[in-house]
């Protein structure tokens, strides 16, 4: 092992390059111990081990003051830039220990993202301040791959997930509402089923999806149809046609709930339609400390608005 590496290597050498930096900086013995806690005897002893670990002498004695060499104060300039590092290297595993610091990357549906995560997010962001987080929004399959390779470290989707590479957790349920304005005439009704919607211009998500077939369904089961007049992808869309007169929708409460604003009003939609989101991560792997971390987080946030009604119809 080098000179070099046998310094670093051996903590009672770290104690000696802090002491030797503090004593450069503030001009004597004496005062580098009552900085460091030390008694002035264990500063000296601590020096001599140096000096004779380098083998060259780095203060000047002179009337009982320290005075540092040109050797020291260049060596000292780079001790100070060393400790400082590893003061940084500490307090970065501190921060990860305490899932404060790192790198998190989050895919969801579209309307998930929009409405759901900026919450979430800097609820977590106000506590961890130190994390980055990369969100994405992708098709159902490509989100699955993501997760289950760990590209994404985690996610929220839809149940049913079957994938036995993922690991699914239940989070949160939510039913389902009709948004329209408050002046409509169906807004006088306290629930709106399909025998009052069929005739109504409506705008749709997902079409082709299990949501948008169970709606049909709904109208199907009492030998109606409904009238599409909008086909969309997202709430934040669906609400924002609404509001523009363009017709009524039916969506998803938990998401839709940060649409739902004057004038816009909703009502509950019957026959219920449940949707129940989980947070995913890949079943090939453990997850990290920060991705559970987050996972709490999200536990908490979704049992918070869960508690306030603010995802029921």
Known sequence: MSGARRLV????????????????????????????GMAQPAVSRLLAQLEAEVGFELFYRDRGRLVPTKDALTLAEEVGLALTGLER??????????SATGELRVVAPPSFSEGILPDMVAGFVSRAPGVR?????????????????????CGFMKLPV??????????????????LPEEHELARHAVLRPELLHRTPLVLLGEGRTWRLQVDQAFADRG???????????HGSACAFVQ?????????????????RAPLVQRPFEPPIVHEYAF?????????????????EAARFLADISGKGNISP
């Open 162 to 179: 079957d994938d036995r590479e993922l690991r699914c957790e239940p989070m949160v349920a939510s039913g389902s509402v009709c948004v």
């Open 280 to 296: 995913v991560t890949s079943a090939l792997s453990r997850p990290s400390k920060l991705t559970m971390a987050f996972r709490d």
């Open 9 to 36: 290597s051996d903590r009672t050498q770290l104690r000696a390059l802090e002491t030797f930096a503090e004593i450069v900086r503030s001009g004597s013995a004496t005062a580098a111990g009552r900085r460091l």
């Open 133 to 153: 987080f990369h969100l994405d929004s992708r098709s159902i399959d490509t989100s699955k791959a993501m997760i289950a390779t760990r590209v994404a470290d």
């Open 89 to 98: 290297i500490d307090s970065l595993i501190r921060d990860i220990a305490a």
């Open 224 to 234: 109606l149809k409904p009238t599409v007049a909008i086909s969309t992808h997202t």
């Open 244 to 260: 523009r007169g363009m017709g009524v929708t039916i969506v998803n409460a938990l998401l839709a709930k940060n649409y739902i």
